[in-house]
């Protein structure tokens, strides 16, 4: 029988997804892309913004209009609004985010039964789900489910009732994880989570950098890229395993989500601008040529022009490489949903243009920095005669090679940066 998947949202998400393909091809299902027929549709969804709740739904239609599939729901949006989704004629199977790790097992109690199955679990004082991928579907980056859940409860965020408390996967299964992952030719590894700097809360006496160190002793591992961290995170002792680091690369990614102190306590985002500053000033006397990334929202209920000027002039203090920009998404249950001083979408529209015009002057203000030097990029695509991959600080690269400079870690002269990539050279 053949499968096609969707993944929505995150890097978490995405994991799951490829879990899941294994998962079926070990049971001797073809993998088809998703917009081809197929017997069965998985659909992972995101719930983050209305956006994502609206796209989410388009998908799922969109896999319900062939009529004898099984179309499997799960994710964020499912655990919040199943109602919804068991509404959607063609819907098989909905779960939330717990027992993902068995919807092969549901998909074929389905096919057995043929009886409609919707479960959505109560998850906020649930355990890890253990999932293991050695292999990935075209990736020469390996990615690692190390973490889930969120306990912070900002006050625009739909994420802590969707995925539940902080969990941890256990030490000994992330390191054999990804020393199996090296077995098989990857040179990076991105640890990623819903809140990947909490990793280890819910464990005795080991945390995030404790889990960092141990990676470091893995023998043929190169690369050790953090999904996302909080500000909050940065411990002296993180900031420690940083500076004797030889693996972590030399780019971070660091929400914000503002520049303004009266909106970051709307938010509940527990830190103000100040400390932002003093943490990256810490980690740029270890890492001066550190690639700092993040995300900000506009438009957050009672955010005046001034208050995003303030955000705007901050922004630019804090010489990010690139933003992530979001308007903010009302989203129902969340506290700032009943906010007064809701913002005007096109006043959000507005807002987000400028941020975005200046994260792509911020952005060639620093590649362009390292034009005419020396680096190295991880080859992981070929598109003619140019390979393409990516530097320790994720700048993109291509450079003319062949097949045999795939998986590698190739040495190249920067020659010029326009258009988002490098043209490189190989030495």
Avoid: W
Avoid at 16 to 39: H, Q, T
């Amino acid at each position: 029988m053949k499968v096609g998947f969707y993944t929505l949202g995150c890097k978490v998400n995405a994991y799951e997804i490829e879990f899941l393909i294994n998962e079926f091809k070990k049971k001797g299902y073809k993998i088809v892309d998703f917009n081809d027929k197929a017997d069965i549709y998985i659909i992972n969804t995101c719930s983050v913004t209305n956006t994502s709740d609206q796209k989410s739904r388009k998908i799922i239609r969109q896999a319900c209009k062939n009529k004898n599939a099984i179309v499997v729901v799960m994710g964020c949006y499912s655990q919040m609004k199943s109602d919804i989704i068991k509404d959607i004629d063609g819907v098989s199977i909905v779960i939330g985010n717990k027992d993902k790790n068995k919807v092969v097992e549901l998909v074929e109690k389905y096919l057995k039964d043929k009886e409609e199955f919707i479960n959505i679990q109560n998850i906020e004082n649930t355990t890890f789900e253990d999932m293991y991928i050695d292999k990935f579907e075209n990736h020469t980056r390996a990615f690692v489910k190390i973490q889930d859940g969120c306990n912070n409860y900002c006050s625009f965020c739909i994420i802590p009732y969707a995925r539940g408390n902080v969990r941890s996967k256990k030490k000994e299964y992330v390191i054999d994880e990804v020393k199996s992952l090296v077995k098989n030719g990857y040179k990076e590894v991105v640890l990623t989570g819903i809140h990947t700097g909490h990793y280890g809360q819910d464990l005795k006496e080991y945390d995030f950098s404790d889990l960092l160190l141990e990676l470091e002793k893995i023998d043929g591992l190169e690369r050790i890229r953090i999904s996302s961290i909080e500000i909050v995170e940065l411990t002296d002792k993180f900031l420690n395993v940083l500076r004797n680091s030889k693996k972590i690369v030399n780019h971070i990614h660091i929400p914000l989500q503002s520049g303004c102190d009266k909106i970051l306590k709307l938010m509940n985002r527990r830190y103000d601008i100040n400390y932002y500053i003093d943490k990256i000033n810490k980690i740029r006397e270890i890492r001066p040529d550190m690639a700092i990334t993040t995300d900000v929202i506009v438009g957050f209920p009672n955010e005046t022009e001034e208050d995003f000027n303030i955000t705007k002039e901050n922004i630019k203090k804090i010489e990010f490489v690139e933003l992530h920009v979001f308007p903010y998404s009302k989203r129902e249950g969340t506290k700032a949903a009943s906010m007064n001083g809701q913002i005007n979408g096109n006043i959000k529209k507005q807002r987000v243009k400028e941020l975005i015009n200046i994260s792509e002057e911020l952005k060639n203000n620093y590649y362009k920095k390292y034009i005419n030097n020396i680096d190295y990029v991880l080859s992981e695509t070929i598109d003619d005669e140019y390979v393409i991959g990516h530097l320790s600080n994720y700048g993109k690269v291509k450079f003319k090679g062949n097949k045999e400079d795939l998986n590698k870690i190739i040495k190249v002269k920067l020659l010029k940066y326009e258009n988002d990539i490098y043209l490189a050279e190989k030495i």
